[in-house]
């Protein structure tokens, strides 16, 4: 089963900053955090992930909270090919490095 | 784009008939993933294959196997085919190391 939960779906205006919230109150310490997104059934793309720290790429910022139960992914200025599906994902540690996705939120960006 | 690539791109097959998927790994990656997507589902892990050896399995009966090939590209195989089976079936791959995953654009399966 997933480690997270997430809202089902959320609105978001163009050129505004997107917030996606997500809760993993049970992740150990030495498990990741990953965000992927998946634009009408392609493939899932790969978007940031972390640790501890919050982190930042050319895509979006991941914060995490200090007792990482919780994390927000924010896209600082959605554009419309930003809907999609985003996935925030505990990635289970061991020998297998499996993904385990939950449902998912559906992100719409309306212009 | 991931470098990751997929064939077919789409399939229809019948039920108790055979299917491979194939998959070609992003250059310098050297294990690969397969998961399998139902419609309004999130992907679910079906195996791993790291140096041509399978590296732990999701939760799917062994008519689903797999193969990885010296140049890390792989096959799935699923025998017996059932209409549940039919999804998007993705394939990722990664370095055993780095361990991000990045997935090829799917194959999609129909069983009719």
């Known amino acids: 089963d997933a480690k997270t939960t997430q809202p089902t779906s959320m609105d978001c205006a163009e050129g505004r900053a997107a917030n996606l919230p997500c809760n993993h109150s049970?992740?150990?310490?030495?498990?990741?955090v990953y965000w992927y997104r998946q634009i009408h059934s392609q493939g899932p793309q790969y978007i940031i992930h972390?640790?501890?720290n919050n982190e930042t790429n050319e895509m979006a910022s991941l914060i995490i909270t200090e007792d990482r139960k919780s994390s927000t992914l924010i896209l600082p200025h959605a554009t419309l090919r930003d809907t999609a599906v985003y996935y925030c994902i505990v990635r289970v540690g061991g020998a297998t490095n499996k993904l385990i996705f939950g449902t998912g939120t559906l992100l719409a960006v309306q212009p | 784009e991931t470098g990751v690539t997929q064939s077919p791109t789409h399939l229809i097959k019948t039920r108790g008939q055979q299917v491979t998927l194939r998959c070609s790994s992003q250059s310098g990656h050297n294990t690969v993933s397969w998961y399998q997507q139902a419609l309004g589902q999130g992907p679910q892990f079906i195996f791993q294959?790291?140096?041509?050896?399978?590296?732990g399995r999701g939760n799917f009966p062994p008519r689903f196997s797999g193969l990885q090939f010296p140049n890390y590209s792989s096959e799935l195989n699923v025998n017996a085919l059932e209409l549940d089976d039919s999804a998007l079936y993705l394939c990722?791959?990664?370095?055993?190391?780095?361990?991000?995953?990045?997935f090829g654009p799917g194959t999609r399966l129909l069983v009719l």
């Open positions: 294959y790291y140096r041509e050896e399978e590296n």
């Open positions: 990722a791959s990664s370095d055993i190391l780095l361990e991000t995953q990045y």
């Open positions: 049970t992740i150990s310490g030495n498990e990741y």
């Open positions: 972390g640790l501890k």
